[in-house]
């Protein structure tokens, strides 16, 4: 074993005893404190009055980022693992609600930017870079994968011919319906809504209002009213 190996291993087990410890202590003030005291030094950055409920996961602390007045409940699933370039960052703000899952995989780059609201069960995944705007909502059960399989060989199995991943950008002020699913590659522009159960392949113009299966732009947002998009 290597002595980056070992130095891995034992920050791991580190980050094990510090949320074994403190991560199962009841959201009382006292719990509240000795977490973000605690937390602050296996965190790349722990920010002020942050709002960690009991019960969340964290793994690979030291490329997580979370700012000032963010909060965590429940349930939520915060891994970092797979590469010591991964980075998750949480502005200032966010809300990570119950059983929410954010993971980065490989050498990827997480952010979701200031007050953001991320529903519960939310799925949020990598390998690709994800970034997230400022005051979006994403309701519950969507889902924002950043990466295909490849399946092209039919003898292969699919598990082993690897994947691609291109990356997806939520810009400003995007508010995403229940049960919405994003797929790699795709931009949505800013201050647009996306209706619930849609599933969105190819990029979103902003200002757009787009529901179905593929995601289809059926109005544009203006200053004063919602107008028809003229086919």
Not at 6 to 26: A, N, T, Y
Not at 32 to 48: C, D, E, H, P, Q
Not at 67 to 76: D, L, R
Request: charged share 20%; net charge positive.
């Amino acid at each position: 074993m290597n002595r980056e190996q070992s130095l891995s291993k034992l920050k791991r087990l580190q980050e094990l005893l510090v949320i074994s410890l403190l991560g199962d202590l009841p959201t009382i003030a006292l719990g509240l404190k000795l977490r973000n005291i605690v937390y602050s030094t296996i965190f790349a950055r722990m920010g002020k009055a942050v709002y960690i409920q009991e019960g969340v996961e964290f793994f690979n602390t030291s490329c997580i980022e979370v700012g000032n007045g963010a909060f965590i409940f429940k349930g939520a699933r915060i891994d970092a693992r797979g590469h010591q370039n991964n980075r998750i960052y949480l502005n200032n703000g966010v809300a990570i609600e119950r059983n929410v899952s954010i993971g980065c995989l490989e050498n990827s780059y997480i952010e979701i930017g200031q007050e953001t609201f991320i529903g519960p069960s939310v799925c949020i995944a990598g390998p690709g870079d994800i970034r997230i705007g400022k005051r979006c909502l994403i309701a519950s059960h969507s889902g924002i994968y950043a990466n295909n399989h490849n399946f092209a060989d039919p003898i292969k199995s699919i598990k082993y011919q690897g994947i691609t991943r291109k990356g997806i950008v939520i810009e400003d002020d995007c508010w995403l319906g229940h049960g919405v699913t994003v797929l790699d590659g795709v931009t949505i522009g800013q201050s647009s809504v996306i209706g619930a159960g849609t599933v969105v392949t190819k990029d979103i113009p902003p200002f757009s209002v787009a529901m179905g299966s593929p995601a289809k732009v059926i109005k544009t947002r203006t200053s004063k009213q919602l107008v028809n998009v003229r086919e």
